[in-house]
């Protein structure tokens, strides 16, 4: 245990009095089921990312399925994934019958990288996926440009990004269609729950479509579709996270400036990048252990001292048995790199001066442990 004997979260949720309120109004209602709250969810939304039109969903995987199905993506077709992502990115294309291919990462910000992913274009490639790893976004400007001249379908995914900007302006609405996750971890949330926004109105339509049965009118179905609406409890949740999201990242990327501030000078880390261009909002603060035996070692240190750590994400998709067992070969260096490197320590809003000087003075004294020389 740490010095003052304090188990520190990694994720913990801020839900305040007007959380709980807006969910017993809604309960007290009597409308609990998808309805005008979530309606109301969705015009907020869309409004705050900047964008024309919202779909909520039950979670940001269907978010995803959905996506792509209402863009067309269909079996055969090969969709440009990063390698280095949780694995909802890839399972999402894969159940659509469509092929994810692998694209290496930036060593610097863990997203998509650029050459790589030119260099992987062919006429099987639908479309691209972009995840807005940790809170950092993409190079949207780049990825925009490119898509727009191989005449790519876009797809951002931004479930892990609520707020982050690129050139001033907010992730999920530079693209054909981008996908957000209201999961209890998220820099927002409604415990589950997920978003699609598009500036296509007959995107959002079909993905409405599909999350309700195909339901064109009641007990009329036109096409194969399931349950995958949002309820009024949960979106009564969502409207009052999102009135605070600035505000819960704000205080997310104070967390960060402070573990940067702290960190620099500490061997074996590299504390996370900005780019002068994005706006990071930390749902991951991600360090890089540049020793994987170091990493295993402090993981379990910091672990031992009652300080919850994580590492995001142990395997590249490439590597992981499902895609293995698929056929999927060795690639993206970077990705398997980066995956024996990763650290990630705790950066949520409710983290106290006390709990950083715990977890900074906590690392210093696991490397003087296990991996000094």
Not at 137 to 142: G, L, S, Y
Not at 236 to 247: E, F, M, P, S
């Amino acid at each position: 245990m740490n010095s003052l004997g304090k188990r520190i979260k990694m994720f913990e949720p801020v839900i305040e009095d007007e959380d709980i309120e807006a969910v017993i109004r809604v309960l007290k209602s009597g409308w609990l089921a998808h309805g005008p709250e979530v309606e109301a969810f969705e015009q907020e939304f869309a409004e705050y990312i900047g964008v024309k039109y919202a779909a909520a969903v039950s979670n940001g995987t269907v978010g995803l399925m959905l996506a792509l199905k209402a863009l067309g993506i269909k079996n055969g077709d090969v969709v440009l994934v990063p390698d280095y992502t949780f694995i909802a990115s890839a399972t999402s294309v894969l159940m659509m019958g469509a092929r994810p291919r692998f694209v290496d990462v930036d060593v610097e910000t863990f997203n998509i990288d650029v050459e790589d992913l030119l260099s992987k274009i062919d006429d099987k490639v639908k479309a691209v996926m972009v995840v807005h790893l940790f809170g950092h976004p993409a190079d949207m400007k780049v990825l925009k440009e490119i898509a727009e001249d191989r005449k790519l379908i876009l797809i951002e995914d931004a479930a892990q990004a609520h707020g982050a900007e690129a050139y001033g302006r907010k992730v999920g609405s530079f693209s054909d269609a981008a996908v957000f996750s209201f999961y209890a971890t998220k820099n927002m949330t409604t415990g589950e729950g997920g978003m699609v926004v598009s500036d296509k109105k007959e995107v959002i339509e079909k993905v409405k479509l599909l999350r309700n049965h195909g339901q064109i009118a009641r007990y009329v179905h036109a096409e194969l579709g399931g349950n995958y609406r949002m309820t009024s409890i949960q979106a009564a949740l969502g409207r009052i996270q999102l009135k605070k999201l600035d505000k819960l990242n704000s205080m997310r990327r104070s967390v960060a400036y402070k573990y940067n501030e702290l960190l620099k000078n500490v061997d074996y880390i590299k504390t996370p990048v900005e780019k002068p261009w994005a706006k990071h909002v930390y749902h991951i603060y991600a360090l890089k252990i540049v020793d994987s035996i170091c990493r295993d070692s402090l993981y379990n240190c910091l672990t031992s001292k009652g300080i919850e750590v994580g590492i995001h994400y142990p395997l590249p998709l490439h590597k992981q048995p499902l895609f293995k067992s698929l056929g999927y070969e060795e690639c993206c260096a970077n990705a398997s790199y980066l995956s024996s490197v990763e650290l990630s320590i705790p950066v949520h809003p409710k983290l106290t001066d006390e709990d950083i000087n715990i977890i900074i003075e906590s690392i210093r004294e696991c490397i003087e442990a296990y991996c000094s020389k």
